[in-house]
């Protein structure tokens, strides 16, 4: 298995419930590291052009409204298999059908306030973690 990147958002609703550090302990006690990390209130140019691939969908404003509604942590996680590892703690998008133990089972409430973000790819966590990071900005360990 190979050591992977990926880029994980606490979103608003996370963040307004004061869940950003049980959040991070579930990435480091499943052996993700956290290599990258900054706290940013997006606005709809920069929550827009992150979520640009679901620019035609009808629930496109409504992410980009709830992405700027508070601030946000975005992280970059390293470790093996770091993308789909961390789709695994994340659970399903709609927090309805996230299995019990997952982040989104435990602290999300709808599919539109579902908590975290996770690059879904290789080729999304490469262009993620450029778009929030400067290489100058990640710190290897
Ligand atoms: P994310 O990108 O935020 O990690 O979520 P995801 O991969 O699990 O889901 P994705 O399909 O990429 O959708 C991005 C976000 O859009 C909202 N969404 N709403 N109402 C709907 O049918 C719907 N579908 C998606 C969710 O908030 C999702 O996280
Ligand atoms: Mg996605």
């Known amino acids: 298995m190979a050591t992977e990147r990926t880029l994980s958002i606490i979103k608003p609703d996370a963040v307004a419930k004061n869940a950003i550090g049980e959040i991070i302990a579930r990435f480091e006690k499943a052996g993700l590291k956290v290599v990258a990390a900054k706290m940013l209130h997006l606005d709809n140019d920069k929550a827009g052009g992150f979520y640009a691939e679901h620019k035609e969908r009808p629930f496109f ?29 994340m659970g399903a998008t ?10 989104r089972a435990d602290f999300a409430e709808t ?8 690059s879904d790819s290789a080729e999304s966590a490469e262009r993620e973690i450029s778009y929030f990071f400067g290489n100058d900005e990640i710190c290897p360990r």
């Open 111 to 118: 599919i539109d306030a579902n908590a975290v973000h996770g």
């Open 61 to 89: 404003n409504d992410l980009v409204g709830f992405m700027t509604s508070g601030p946000v942590v975005v992280q970059v996680l390293e470790g093996e298999n770091a993308i789909a590892k961390n789709r695994e703690l």
């Open 94 to 103: 709609n927090p309805k059908d996230a299995e019990p133990g997952t982040i």
